[in-house]
């Protein structure tokens, strides 16, 4: 069935052991462009859940079990062609569970996932493993390797703001590892994991190795995963609330577990900057999808000599975005995932009111005509006159606001830069050289910008310091998490007489 069929069809199934499965219970999805229903789907309880698991296990023990690399990273790849082949499919399914406007759907989302699959493939086909000679004080030497092994069946739990690209940004190194995986895409955005699913079948992925279960987080499919005994990992992103309820559930099972959580990230734009790059830089950073990636920038500080100009550059920026369908002319911007979304935003400017902030774009609800009434468009909104310790400067919003404080010396923009619990991202707008290095080095945070902004490489390292998250994906470092190596140590030589040259060096023990 071709995913335009499967999304007409108004149900998304859960894909489990290679096949599509019903469940009794379902739920809506509605388009946040204009609430119009977009599927149903079926919600998989705690049978589809263990069959998932079972499922995955039972390939894990059959031939995916001693997949090859090589063989591994020919199967990314063929999916990679299998999603670039699909792209329409894909982008059709992430627009219209999202209503993010389509050339940011097909530049960011679409691309990335792609990518992921060609980028972990090439990585794990290179990839090497530790070795050591080690030459004993006995005279014994022996050759140590490691071996990399699978975790097992890994829950992947994903959010609902890059839907495709942070699904296979763990999805992809977790099956080059050789890994079978249970991935729950969020409530909010089933369509395009269950594309996906139909592509893991195009591409000859073993049954079993792929499984997708749809659902909500408490009492439902992530809490299935979460409580579960036979999951040997879990990898998360989201909310770090939710972070910490997963690892409490995990704590029983002492398994391994990999969070990219939220984060309250900055900017700090120095009086020596090039201004309209500074002004276009943030407006990327602070609205793209509509301020809903994790590393959006929520707190601008910029240098007290050009704080006003900055601040009025950018307020016209953020009035002049098109907020609009997703395939209208000119649209920039999309709507909130939900309403329910919005109102936790709307929220956050009620009380950016109340504690003095002055609005100087957006601030409220736009009015764009009657048949968009129902969806969950927000205007984008920027405020001064609030300090540091206002709770709209410290929290969270997940939405296209920021507000903006000045400061006057290096060390006093740092110092409000790092004064939060968070620690995901920076960027740093500055024509000096010197500074961009020293600043950038001096953030708390897990990836800091000098002079751009969601610029990213896939080999680098990638999670947060604090409340935004434990350890780190990306390279090396995805291909770390998603296996288990086995130290081999063999004897080359049994012992031998001291040297006589050296008698008192000591090797490893
Ligand atoms: P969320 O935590 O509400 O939900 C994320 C996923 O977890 C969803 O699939 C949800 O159904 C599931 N879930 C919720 N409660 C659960 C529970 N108790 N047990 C198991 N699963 C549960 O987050 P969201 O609202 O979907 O996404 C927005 C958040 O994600 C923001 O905080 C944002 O900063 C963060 N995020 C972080 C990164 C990163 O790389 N650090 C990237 C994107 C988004």
Redesign the pocket.
Known sequence: MTATAQLTATTLRNFVGGRFIETDSHFEKRSPVDGSLVAMVAEADRAAVDAAVQAGRAALNGAWGRSTVPERAALLRRIADRIDARFDDLLAAEVADTGKPLHLAREVDIARASANFRAFADMIASAGVDSYLTEAADGRRALNYALRKPLGVVGV??????PLL?LTWKVAPAIACGNAVVV?????TPSSATVLAEIMVEAGVPDGVFNVVH????D????F??THPDFDAIT????????S??MR?SAPFVRPVS?????KNAALVFDDVDIDRAVAGLTRSIFTNTG????CTERVYVQRGIFDEVTARLAESARSLRLGRPDAEGTTTGPL?STG?REKVLSYLELARQEGGEVIAGGGIPDLGSDLAGGAWIEPTLWTGLDQDARVMRE?V?GPIAGLIPFDTEEEGIRLANDTKYG?AASVWTNDLERGHRVAGSMRV?ISWVNNWFLRDLRSP???TGL??IGREGGEHSLNFYSEPTNVCVTLSDAQPQSPVMPETAAAS
Do not use: R
């Open positions: 739990i994903v959010p609902w703001n890059l942070l729950k895409p969020s409530e909010e659902g909500f987080g408490q439902s499919a992530g809490e995963i979460t998360f992103t989201g909310e770090t609330s939710t972070g309820a997963i559930a969070f990219e959580l939220g984060g809903q990636v994790c590393l995932i979304h969270e997940f995901l897990g990638f999670g947060g935004s998250g």
